[in-house]
């Protein structure tokens, strides 16, 4: 995983399907709902992970502290709402995403990085792993807002161009301007 960049999806149509092959399978409302929760609300994996039922029972948002920079977070759940109503009653566990191994445990990176890896082999996806999830949170934010203040904000990010680094931005901004550039 480590040799090669892990991309963000940049095609809502093919984040529509990635979505639906991961809603396939024994525990496909869960794996679908942790991805999904991951594309709209930028969470590390393993924030996502450590999510409990209670934390999201009846609520619209909620907020965690990231494991990785001991801040806290406000989690809007706005977009998974729906979701959410379908998969909790599905669920005899305290975490919201429990191991299918045992579910009195919430699942592990490497159990998502196998399912994650798994759909874009399927669709035929390079560069894709659960850090995938937060480059697109941040891919279409950037896309859609411009906002590049509020989103290195949001991840932590120390410099505006680590940000849009991170995103696969600047790359995709190269490959525009030398695909139109000619000097004849």
Do not use: C
């Not at 590390?44 to 977070?73: M, Y």
């Not at 669920?91 to 191994?101: A, D, N, Q, R, Y």
């Amino acid at each position: 995983m480590k040799n090669h960049k892990i991309e963000p999806i940049r095609d809502k149509a093919l984040l529509q399907e990635f979505i639906g092959q991961l809603r396939q399978g024994r525990n496909g409302k869960r794996n679908a709902l942790l991805f999904k929760l991951g594309i709209t609300t930028g969470l590390r994996v393993s924030d996502l992970i450590k999510i409990k039922v209670s934390d999201v029972v009846g609520k619209n948002s909620f907020t965690l502290v990231e494991q990785k920079t001991h801040k806290s977070r406000v989690v809007d759940l706005k977009e998974v709402l729906s979701d959410l109503i379908e998969y909790l009653p599905t669920v005899k566990s305290e975490w919201l995403f429990p191991s299918s191994v045992n579910p009195t445990n919430h699942i592990g990176t490497h159990q998502v990085y196998v399912f994650i890896t798994k759909t874009a082999d399927n669709l035929g996806l390079k560069n894709i792993a659960t850090h995938t999830m937060r480059k697109t949170f941040g891919y279409f934010f950037y896309r859609d807002t411009k906002d590049i203040a509020t989103l290195m904000r949001i991840l932590n990010h120390s410099s505006q161009a680590i940000t849009l680094r991170y995103i696969g931005v600047e790359e995709e901004q190269v490959k525009e301007s030398m695909a139109s550039f000619r000097i004849f």
